[in-house]
């Protein structure tokens, strides 16, 4: 029974919580005004828009501003609005300051239309130039231009002005209600952001004091309260200040102005009063405030909003709207105020809103006549200031009312003190006066009076209202009058009869009754006239004008009190939570009674200030009496002499200094002082923007001749590196040989070291310098001259090194470094025992530093230059049809002449003058020959008399030279050993030799030649016969001697006659490119085969026109699926271009930024796109996996993959261009953008959000925000990859431009974070970054599968040239065609330095190979660590990791009949490959492949130095057996084709080649040519075998003048009729 009686117990008191708890929870009014009426949701709420009672009168029916033919809206200001009085008037109905200004808070509590449209629409009001406002301003007298007040029109409902069915509507951000939104916020969210949440109550700064003299807190939490410029002080730093100085209130302008702002506070001590109330009231318990705290808030905030409701519509607005005269001496009576209450009746004049009954199909919207026009009345009404004053401390009305002066915050104020506080002065600067007394300012605005009620504004509104930074001070009167006309409004007359009013017949009409406004009329009259209109009747009038002339004293005229009736009526009656509305249960009837009968304004302020208040209970609950009152029981009106505390007089900055009784101030003082003056701010100046605009693309400029300084620098460093690289390490010297040393030579500063042998010669008095393999660099002759002593030897030892420099007479330094000291001690020794066994003078000096060694040597290069200008005054003196002009030697001086003048070359210098080597017998025996005084040197005479012979075109002479040259003896003929000795000496020149067997043969079929018994003396007619036959005179009269260091001075060109014809050219590259002697059965008879084709002769477009579409049309068919992609993806990338700019032109003209910046922010949004897709496309273009894949797919016929590097480079100028018409657009987008208001780059760039105090300027925009940031970052990434990725960085510079292009990473990155900013637009790189990257990640996770693959090198091979080969093992996945190429990296240079290479091996093989020519310092570095010297001590080579393959057009050589392969120097590594595979093809018997005729061309400096291709060919050769490869190589070593040393050995190989079949110089049947190849002819020749292929492959590799020459050959051949030649070319 008792556990029953507990349990029944809880369930009461639960119950009975749960209904106190539900009792005091009723549905209050929603925030946002939604569903506040049930039948039409929206009706009410927040973002709707304005209803019209009169029709739009857009000029353009659609959204063109109205009324477009009226005056300016300052020169209807100046005469309509502006006082024509010397002084000011108060109100006459009693009026007070507190009225004007609650009414100015109800304005903020039903409407909200201020905040301008997004994007921003101007429509700039120009001021006058004799406009009173301004002219005497310094800043408006400097104008050169019109100036403008700016206007930026009203947001709008996006979906409307888009038609004139469908005219432009302006949007109410908060809702009509009187809900409390004045109070609490206009969102759920701001009014959480300003309650304290305990209690009940609103938060405030010190919880601990009073209601009445609390404040609400700071708002440090950034409230975005409105904060324009302070127009008072005169720096933007002060007039700019931020939002968190500002107090937590509701009402987002709560701040504008000291007075607005006091309403703010009472009414958050309200809301606080009630909730402390509500306490006491339900004895809720200090730790259950939390708990209750929302039950406590609502309770308040419901009272809170029905004493705002009572007081606006049944206190405020019946004075608001008429007040009779007698109102002085009546008191209680509310008759003597508009009956607002009084029951509806038909008298338009006089509305009434009648008892209140809800109506949920009346719409509480804002009009836009009340919004623009009607509620604009109180304009007339504001005060200049304010007079304030202390409690009451006297007992009669008007004694002890302690008014108190005003303390001056101006910047240099003429005085300290004024009686009163001045409106102008105090905007936004409110919280000073508020802190300082605030119940100073209630009792300033319970005693001062508001302005007369008629059609004059203030100054403190007329021409000193607050305005944004760049225009301080603006016309609100001129404000008002171009907002109706932005709103569409139609005009006043128009308008009146909307609202049942008559219209009028003449301007008289408006306001028949009032003198002052009379003369206003008429001045108004005289504007219209004077403008064209109406100058009868008031047609064409603004509202705001015409209505604000009707105001009587009594109150508003006709047309402004009916639409504020009309207006406040609907509000209440379409207010379902309506105070009275006993349906929604907020209040019962009591409490409604109360409200109606006790609250008022005066209440609340007796109850939450220390004023005490007339009729009210003071803090010891006595009623105070009106003698006593610091306040009049009504704040709203003012009875003069029957209230407490008149005004002492109507405040007004005009009047003199003044004494006030009563008074706290001392003496006299002015009442008001003046307005600060109108202030301008340039936006891009005022922010430095005119410093860091330019600044910033001038460093960024700089960057580009900074970054090419860099890549100079760098190639600098690289040339230094490779020197370093060059460099050798001298190893321990175990040779036994005491006359032989292994040392390093220093060669000079630019050619670096290089390993030798030295060796004494003793018997031959020489000091020969070979390099390891024993091959002759250099030889120091020390015999002594002719009749002369021995040669000096002078050696220059270093003490702090190994290094020594011996010097002789006439020669070059030779400057030595030993791995030690004691092997440079016996070398030291060696030397001086050779000097003195040879007879030389020997001596010896020693310096403390090698350095001084190095920088005092005489080197080759020292050597090199003077003997170039040798040269060429041989040549000047051996031609006399050349000048010093053309040979350089203008500026000879007397010294260098005479240097030039005693040169006596060595023998070394003379051969390699000659290009040949010194130790060969040809140079021994033209040395000795032109050595005449045989004194161990060639003077400059002897030269210049053997330079004339070869010169000569005396073929006679120079057989006679080269047959005195072997004549040793001098008998006039020569032996078969000579003629043998001589042949051998030949072939010595090109590194050649031949067996015993083979030389018998040559001599012996040379002796056949010229009818000579073998083994007879050949007497010089003999020699004659050989070598100056009719088939060899031509040549050999055409014979010279190429010098190096002359070029080509001394040769005549040949001209061709005009007329030759085709047959006649083809006849000339047949003789060049084949032999018709050849022995049929041998080697040569491949090359017979072209004597015989017989060829039609073929017609060519006639005229110049018809040749050159013929030369464009082979031009397209060559390059067709190159000019189809090419094409394609340059008309996406312009549509990519158009789509974006159209999109920006046209459909986002609503974003704004197009009519600040212009057709700029089209171009670079265009640019912006066309930038993503082609850097995008990139990574296509870069994955190599891919490309070598695909190249073997059928797709190879319909897309040039082997053309992605030229479409790499293609896409990447694309990409520049565009970048560079971005950069540049966004520059001048900036500037623009940078003009612009805080408040207006908000709205253009809702994702970079600032304060209105923060200004944006361009260093802003360009280095604090992440677009900005990312854009620069960008940009220097693009200059340092585009600089470093020229050709020249790339040739002088490589790991620079791997590594700068290794920036494309960051690139991208930069890329996605430069569009996350949002500025524009929101980011759209993905779109374009997804597919490619997806493509280049996989094709990159490939090859990263490869390339830590270690491949073990098996052997490594130091050949001439500085190549170095490489044999490594196959990794057992590795899959490759002949002509494809990999990349490498050496573990112990780096493991993640990758460089490619052309594969030299065959897919056959075991093993890949690779030929590396060592031209930069990792190829060096490459080549010094697999130098044998280096790898001393260690078993095995050091490993690689191999990346690859990777195709390129010389895998696909078999795809074409005809195939010509040109390799040039190390360029013939990929046709290694592919010659091996045709070796190991050739052995399938049934195979078979496309290809039918191979032809390759190889241009090497020697054969010599690529012996391993030799072996290739040979093996190429001796398997062909069905001809199917042709082979020709040139050998450029002797560099004119018809020099006298190439004659002979051209002679000595035809005559070797008719006999053997085979090369006199590489032992192969192909054919070996002197000089370069004219690639043309021969081409034309290849043609001519074949004349029904129509397409030759080409392929060629070698260094860029090779292969543009080649290059320029197919072309020239294609832009003729026939066959094509199809040209796929590396180069190295």
């Not at 036994?736 to 050619?751: A, Q, R, S």
Request: hydrophobic share 35%.
């Amino acid at each position: 029974m008792d556990v029953k009686i507990v349990l029944v117990a809880l369930a009461i008191l639960t119950s009975s919580e749960c209904q106190e708890i539900e009792e005091e929870s009723p549905e209050l009014h929603p925030l946002d005004g939604y569903f506040n009426n049930l039948l039409h949701p929206d009706w009410g709420a927040v973002e709707t828009v304005l209803l019209r009672k009169s029709p739009p009168a857009y000029a353009d029916g659609v959204y063109l501003l109205s009324g477009q033919n009226r005056p300016n809206p300052f020169d209807i200001s100046e005469r309509a609005h502006r006082s024509n009085t010397p002084q000011s008037l108060g109100s006459v109905r009693g009026r007070t300051a507190m009225q004007v200004y609650f009414g100015q808070q109800v304005v903020e509590e039903i409407m909200d239309v201020q905040r301008p449209g997004c994007p921003r629409e101007y429509e700039n009001i120009p001021v006058p130039r004799n406009n009173t406002l301004y002219r005497d301003s310094e800043a408006f007298r400097n104008a050169r231009d019109t100036v403008f007040m700016p206007f930026p029109r009203s947001r709008f409902d996006q979906r409307t002005g888009q038609a004139p069915s469908n005219p432009r509507q302006q949007l109410n951000e908060i809702t009509p209600y009187l809900d409390g939104q004045l109070m609490y916020g206009p969102a759920r969210t701001w009014t959480d952001a300003i309650r304290e949440f305990r209690g009940g109550k609103l938060l405030a700064l010190d919880p601990s004091k009073p209601v009445q003299e609390s404040l609400p807190a700071i708002n440090d939490i950034r409230l975005p309260f409105a904060n324009p410029p302070n127009p008072r002080e005169n720096t933007r730093e002060r007039r700019l200040l931020p939002v968190a100085r500002f107090w937590r209130l509701g009402n987002p302008r709560a701040m504008e102005n000291p007075f607005l702002l006091s309403f703010g506070v009472l009414w958050f001590r309200w809301h606080n009063y009630l909730a402390e109330e509500y306490i006491r009231m339900k004895n809720i318990q200090e730790s259950d405030l939390e708990k209750y705290d929302e039950q406590i808030f609502n309770y308040a905030r419901k009272w809170v909003v029905a004493s705002h409701q009572k007081i606006v519509l049944y206190d405020w607005l019946p004075r608001w709207l008429f007040t009779r005269s007698d109102f002085a001496n009546v008191t209680n009576d509310e008759s003597i105020f508009y009956p607002i209450r009084d029951p509806k009746n038909n008298d338009p004049r006089r509305p009434t809103c009648g008892p209140y009954a809800y109506n949920p199909n009346i719409h509480p919207g804002i009009t836009t006549e009340f919004q623009t026009a009607a509620m604009r009345y109180g304009h007339t009404l504001v005060t200049p200031g304010l007079w304030r004053r202390g409690a009451k401390t006297g007992n009669q009305l008007q004694q002890g009312c302690n008014w108190f002066p005003t303390n001056l915050r101006l910047p240099n104020p003429p005085v300290q003190q004024t009686h009163g506080l001045r409106l102008c002065n105090a905007y936004w600067n409110s919280q000073e006066s508020v802190e300082e007394n605030l119940d100073a300012l209630y009792r300033g605005l319970a005693s001062t009076l508001g302005e007369k009620e008629d059609h004059i504004m203030v100054e403190d509104l007329a021409g000193q209202v607050f305005g944004p930074l760049e225009f301080s001070r603006r016309d609100l009167a001129a404000l008002n009058i171009q907002r109706a006309r932005d709103h569409g409004l139609t005009d006043y007359q128009t308008i009146r009869e909307t609202f049942g009013l008559p219209r009028l017949n003449s301007w008289q009409e408006i306001n028949p009754n009032n003198t002052l406004t009379q003369q206003a009329i008429e001045a108004l009259r005289l504007l219209y006239e004077g403008s064209g209109l109406n100058g009868t009747s008031p047609e064409d009038v603004d509202l705001f004008t015409g209505g604000l002339m009707e105001t009587t004293e009594d109150g508003p005229g006709d047309l402004f009190r009916v639409m504020m009736v009309e207006q406040f009526c609907r509000i209440r009656d379409g207010d379902r939570f309506w105070y009275e509305n006993l349906d929604n249960k907020i209040f019962n009837q009591t409490e409604i009674d109360r409200i109606n009968n006790e609250i008022t304004l005066g209440y609340i302020l007796s109850k939450v200030t220390n004023l005490r208040v007339e009729g009210q209970l003071d803090r010891n609950n006595i009623n105070v009496s009106r003698n006593q009152a610091d306040i009049q029981a009504d704040p709203f009106v003012h009875r003069g002499d029957n209230d407490t505390c008149q005004q002492p007089q109507q405040l007004d900055p005009n009047v003199a200094p003044v004494t006030v009784r009563e008074s706290n101030a001392t003496g006299s003082l002015y009442l008001i002082e003046n307005c600060t003056s109108w202030q301008t701010f340039d936006y891009f100046f005022g922010m430095e923007s005119n410093i860091s605009f330019p600044l910033t693309f001038i460093w960024i400029g700089l960057v580009v001749p900074a970054t090419i300084g860099v890549m100079l620098l760098m190639a600098r460093q690289r040339k230094k590196k490779m020197m370093a690289a060059r460099k050798k390490k001298a190893h321990t010297d175990t040779s036994t040989d005491p006359n032989t040393f292994n040392v390093v030579e220093w060669v000079g500063k630019k050619e670096g070291e290089r390993n030798v042998v030295i060796k004494f010669d003793s018997q031959r008095k020489k000091l020969h310098v070979n390099d390891r393999r024993g091959k002759p660099l250099r030889m120091i002759d020390l015999r002594p001259k002719q009749g002369s002593a021995g040669k000096s030897i002078r050696l220059w030892n270093a003490d702090d090194q190994p290094v020594v420099s011996v010097r002789a007479d006439g020669e070059i330094d030779l400057v030595l470094r030993f791995a030690a000291v004691d092997r440079k001690t016996q070398f030291s020794s060696k030397l001086k025992s050779f000097a003195e066994g040879i007879g030389a003078n020997y001596s010896t000096n020693n310096f403390a530093k090698a350095e001084l060694i190095f920088n005092s040597a005489t080197t080759k290069e020292d050597r090199q230059k003077l003997l170039d200008k040798f040269f060429r005054v041989i040549c000047l003196q051996a031609f006399k049809d050349k000048t010093s002009k053309d040979l350089d030697l203008e500026n000879l001086d007397h010294e260098t002449a005479k240097k030039i003048a005693e040169i006596q070359l060595t023998r070394t210098e003379f051969a390699e003058a000659l290009g040949l080597k010194p130790t060969s017998i040809f140079v021994r025996n033209m040395f000795l020959l032109v050595d005449a005084d045989r004194s161990g040197f060639v003077s400059f005479r002897e030269f210049l008399d053997f330079f004339v012979v070869l010169s000569s075109q005396d073929a006679e002479s120079k057989i006679h030279l080269i047959f005195s040259m072997y004549d040793i003896q001098r008998r006039g003929k020569l032996s078969k050993k000579d003629f043998a000795n001589m042949i051998k000496s030949l072939l010595d020149l090109s590194d050649s030799s031949l067996d015993e067997r083979k030389m018998e043969e040559l001599v012996q079929s040379m002796y056949k030649a010229a009818n000579l018994s073998y083994g007879a003396d050949i007497t010089f007619e003999d020699f004659k016969r050989i070598f100056a036959s009719e088939e060899y005179a031509g040549t050999l009269q055409k014979a010279t001697l190429n010098l190096d260091g002359v070029g080509d001075y001394g040769q005549q060109p040949v001209k061709q006659s005009a007329n030759t014809t085709i047959r006649a050219r083809r006849a000339t590259v047949l003789k060049n490119y084949t032999q018709k002697g050849a022995t049929k059965g041998k080697g040569l008879k491949r090359q017979q085969s072209v004597v015989h084709v017989t060829t039609h002769q073929t017609e060519y477009p006639k005229t110049p026109f018809a040749q050159k579409m013929y030369e464009i049309t082979s031009y397209i068919s060559y390059n067709r699926l190159e000019i189809f992609w090419g094409t394609l993806f340059t008309l996406v990338l312009i549509g990519i271009f158009l789509e974006r700019a159209f999109y920006y032109s046209f459909e986002r003209e609503t974003g704004g930024l197009r009519r600040i910046a212009g057709y700029g922010v089209t171009v670079t949004r265009g640019a912006a796109s066309a930038m993503m897709f082609t850097y995008c496309s990139l990574l296509i273009t870069m994955s190599r996996n891919m490309i070598t894949f695909f190249r073997e797919t059928f797709l190879h016929r319909f897309f040039p993959w082997d053309s992605m590097h030229a479409l790499h480079k293609y896409i990447a100028y694309q990409a520049l261009l565009f970048t560079f018409v971005h950069v540049i657009g966004h520059g001048i987008n900036l500037y623009h953008i940078s003009t612009q208001t805080s408040g207006d780059g908000n709205c253009y760039f809702m994702e970079y959000f600032r304060a209105q105090d923060v200004l944006a300027s361009f260093h802003y925009w360009a280095y604090t925000t992440i677009t900005g940031l990312t854009g620069i970052i960008l940009t220097l990434i693009v200059i340092v990859m585009y600089v470093f990725a020229t050709p020249y960085a790339r040739r002088n510079a490589f790991n620079a431009f791997w590594g700068t292009h290794s920036l494309y990473i960051f690139l991208y990155i930069f890329m996605i974070m430069h569009g996350l900013g949002r500025l524009v637009q929101a980011p759209i790189t993905h779109t374009y970054l997804i597919g490619p990257l997806f493509i280049f990640i996989i094709d990159k996770l490939i090859s990263i599968s490869r390339k830590k693959i270690e491949c073990r090198v098996v052997k490594a091979e130091l050949l001439p040239s500085d190549v170095t080969a490489l044999v490594f093992q196959r990794p057992t996945t590795f899959d490759y065609k002949s002509g494809q190429w990999v990349r490498i990296a050496c573990l112990e240079l780096g493991e993640n330095e990758y460089h490619p290479f052309t594969i030299s091996s065959a897919p056959h093989e075991e093993y890949l190979s690779l030929h590396i020519r060592a031209v930069g310092p990792w190829t060096y570095n490459l080549r010094n660590l697999y130098d044998p010297d280096n790898l001393e001590g260690r078993s095995s080579y050091p490993s690689v990791y191999v990346d690859g393959p990777y195709g390129e057009g010389h895998q696909d050589w078999y795809r074409y009949e005809v195939a010509v392969l040109v390799g040039g120097g190390i360029g013939v590594t990929p046709f290694a490959s592919i010659l091996k595979d045709i070796v190991h093809k050739s052995k399938i018997a049934d195979l078979r492949f496309p290809c039918k005729k191979v032809y390759f061309l190889w241009v090497t400096r020697t054969q010599k130095q690529f012996e391993w291709m030799t072996d290739i060919i040979r093996e190429v050769e001796n398997v062909d057996s069905k001809q199917f490869m042709d082979t020709h190589i040139f050998v450029t070593q002797f560099k004119e084709k018809f020099d006298l040393r190439t004659t002979m050995l051209y002679i000595c190989e035809r005559h070797f080649q008719k006999v053997a079949g085979k090369s006199l110089f590489t032992g192969l049947s192909a054919v070996t040519h002197f000089g370069r190849p004219d690639f043309q002819d021969f081409l034309k020749s290849v043609k001519m075998e074949h004349p029904n292929v129509r397409n030759f492959g080409v392929f060629s590799c070698g260094p860029p003048n090779m292969t543009n020459n080649l290059d320029s050959a197919c072309t020239n051949l294609n832009k003729r009729e026939g066959a094509t030649f199809v040209h796929h070319f590396e180069n190295f």
